[in-house]
């Protein structure tokens, strides 16, 4: 990415080099055992991000995989993770968009997406996009946020104030019903608060010079930067919004 990014969640994440999922890579790992994923199984990473996951897979599990992302500068992050990881031959990387997938119906073995369709508005044609590219006999896994009870207008406000959560964020069961309204079947829902040590797995996704290029990067901007430091005073979250904001990893099979 040339320059200094514009101030808002994503384009960050995006300059800085980094991908946060909820449960950190714990819970992707949870999901990639749901989804039933082996060396012989296709996969789709949806919103790949910086690459983790689908060089992590191709690297240790020996599948092919396909990542997308809405952003070319992650597309590109990604593409060079892998040629580091020595995963380049398994895995292949795309700009595209989760509402309208590139692919043909029934490409997939295996779909993934982690906290992408939070952000979505049309979270129905997202789950319908997925379970129409993944094979008959397929997994579709998500791991998405949700509130764990009704929120008050203060917690909704400051948590939308740090990330771009849509005002539509579904309880679990709202997202059984979307994946089930999708024609999945044999759907499984496993529930978590956030938790400080399951968070901290984060960091397994990246090697050393992931962590020192995202600090180098994050410190750099920061003393540039007077917008930056403005937004990231207000990084701030109320106290007890973890009891609202959780999260639920789900798998269903088409």
């Known amino acids: 990415m040339k320059g200094e990014p514009?101030?808002?969640?994503?384009?960050?994440?995006?300059?800085?080099?980094?991908?946060?999922?909820?449960?950190?890579?714990?819970?992707?790992?949870?999901?990639?055992?749901?989804?039933?994923?082996?060396?012989?199984?296709?996969?789709?990473?949806?919103?790949?991000?910086?690459?983790?996951?689908?060089?992590?897979?191709?690297?240790?599990?020996?599948?092919?995989?396909?990542?997308?992302?809405?952003?070319?500068?992650?597309?590109?992050?990604?593409?060079?993770?892998?040629?580091?990881?020595?995963?380049?031959?398994?895995?292949?990387?795309?700009v595209?968009?989760?509402?309208?997938?590139?692919?043909?119906?029934?490409?997939?073995?295996?779909?993934?997406?982690?906290?992408?369709?939070?952000?979505?508005?049309?979270?129905?044609?997202?789950?319908?996009?997925?379970?129409?590219?993944?094979?008959?006999g397929g997994y579709v896994g998500l791991n998405e946020e949700i509130w764990l009870k009704e929120p008050t207008p203060e917690v909704i406000e400051r948590v939308q104030t740090m990330w771009p959560v849509k005002a539509n964020l579904p309880t679990a069961e709202g997202w059984e019903a979307l994946l089930r309204d999708a024609g999945l079947q044999d759907v499984t829902v496993r529930v978590y608060k956030v938790d400080a040590r399951r968070e901290a797995t984060q960091v397994k996704r990246y090697t050393c010079g992931d962590m020192v290029r995202m600090f180098w990067r994050t410190l750099v901007l920061y003393v540039k930067s007077a917008e930056f430091r403005a937004y990231m005073k207000k990084q701030r979250l109320p106290k007890g919004v973890f009891d609202y904001l959780g999260y639920t990893v789900l798998a269903g099979r088409r």
Do not use: N, W
């Not at 995006?14 to 296709?42: N, S």
């Not at 997925?130 to 094979?135: D, E, F, I, P, S």
């Open 6 to 94: 514009g101030i808002s969640y994503f384009e960050l994440q995006a300059y800085v080099g980094t991908t946060k999922h909820m449960g950190g890579f714990e819970t992707t790992q949870e999901l990639i055992e749901l989804c039933h994923v082996g060396k012989d199984t296709y996969v789709l990473d949806v919103g790949c991000g910086a690459g983790a996951t689908a060089s992590t897979l191709a690297e240790t599990v020996g599948c092919r995989v396909v990542g997308v992302d809405l952003r070319e500068e992650m597309v590109a992050l990604s593409a060079e993770r892998a040629q580091k990881q020595g995963a380049a031959d398994l895995v292949a990387f795309r």
């Open 96 to 136: 595209a968009d989760v509402q309208d997938l590139p692919f043909e119906d029934a490409t997939f073995d295996a779909v993934l997406c982690e906290s992408v369709a939070t952000f979505i508005e049309d979270k129905l044609r997202v789950v319908d996009e997925l379970a129409r590219v993944v094979k008959p």
